[in-house]
């Protein structure tokens, strides 16, 4: 009833060729597959009797969306035919078991992600891959093999969307309110987009050396990957003299919204 209403609101408002991306806000889609595959037959049922087109993106762990594709080898073409996913995130974030175990994705294995990668291509499935690079405290070495690996993937036309790591954000463990209590505006320090800042890297070697990667990886994938880099910099709002604040401020309202 709720996709139902949902579809009717769109048919209204989307044109006479209503074409409407919708990113379903799912985890993972692929962890329990066969209830997903319900839920997209009750989307695609809906939205064709309104006869709007609705192109569908989610994200996934590699882990599950190979555990599928191996117990259901047809999975994504069928999804993509049937029910037009066009786009799938898989949480990359970082090249090594290192960056994993740290950022809890322990479960991230090389192979597995590669062959996913491929199998989503090969449906006619934009395969996403989400890199979060820059660990605080990590070493220079395991960052730039980060990037290395964005530029792998860039060459077999993967798209790349990469962010910075904050590890002290709201809901991860040991995260302190006391900060912000005073500035609220704080907070969006912690955007995963968002340059290094004293609360996110308190290192002023690491930051000076993320931002620096950070921008540079983001031109490289503008100028060589196929997808281009739909991530874009967010700047610090709260740091600095006061015209770099204001140029942040506007070129913040600027960048195209991504998350």
């Known amino acids: 009833e709720e996709?139902?209403?949902?579809?009717?609101?769109v048919r209204r408002y989307s044109g006479k060729n209503p074409n409407y991306e919708i990113y379903l806000s799912t985890l993972d889609g692929f962890q329990n597959w066969k209830t997903m595959e319900q839920v997209l037959q009750i989307i695609t049922k809906e939205f064709n009797k309104v006869k709007v087109k609705v192109p569908l993106r989610f994200l996934a762990t590699s882990r599950f969306a190979f555990l599928a594709s191996q117990e259901d080898p047809n999975i994504f073409k069928r999804w993509h035919e049937k029910y037009n996913i066009v786009s799938?995130?898989?949480?990359?974030?970082?090249?090594?078991?290192?960056?994993?175990?740290?950022?809890?994705?322990?479960?991230?294995?090389?192979?597995e992600i590669q062959v996913v990668l491929k199998s989503l291509q090969t449906a006619r499935i934009i395969p996403e891959a989400l890199m979060i690079i820059g660990i605080p405290g990590e070493k220079p070495e395991v960052t730039l093999e980060s990037i290395e690996f964005c530029?792998?993937?860039?060459?077999?036309?993967?798209?790349?969307?990469?962010?910075?790591?904050?590890?002290?954000?709201?809901?991860?463990?040991?995260?302190?309110?006391?900060?912000?209590?005073?500035?609220?505006?704080?907070?969006?320090q912690m955007d995963y987009g968002t340059v290094p800042s004293k609360l996110s890297h308190s290192d002023p070697k690491q930051r000076l050396f993320l931002t620096e990667?950070?921008?540079?990886?983001?031109?490289?994938?503008?100028?060589?990957?196929?997808?281009?880099?739909?991530t874009q910099p967010l700047l610090l709002t709260e740091e600095g003299k006061h015209e770099d604040r204001i140029f942040a401020e506007i070129w913040n309202e600027l960048m195209p919204v991504d998350r």
Not at 3 to 9: L, Y
């Open 151 to 188: 530029k792998v993937l860039s060459t077999e036309g993967i798209k790349i969307r990469p962010y910075l790591m904050h590890l002290d954000s709201p809901g991860s463990p040991g995260f302190s309110i006391e900060p912000y209590i005073n500035n609220f505006n704080l907070f969006s």
């Open 3 to 9: 996709i139902r209403t949902i579809a009717s609101m």
């Open 213 to 230: 990667q950070y921008l540079y990886l983001i031109d490289w994938l503008n100028e060589n990957n196929p997808h281009g880099c739909p």
């Open 88 to 111: 799938v995130g898989i949480g990359v974030d970082g090249a090594n078991r290192e960056s994993w175990e740290k950022v809890r994705k322990g479960h991230n294995n090389l192979d």
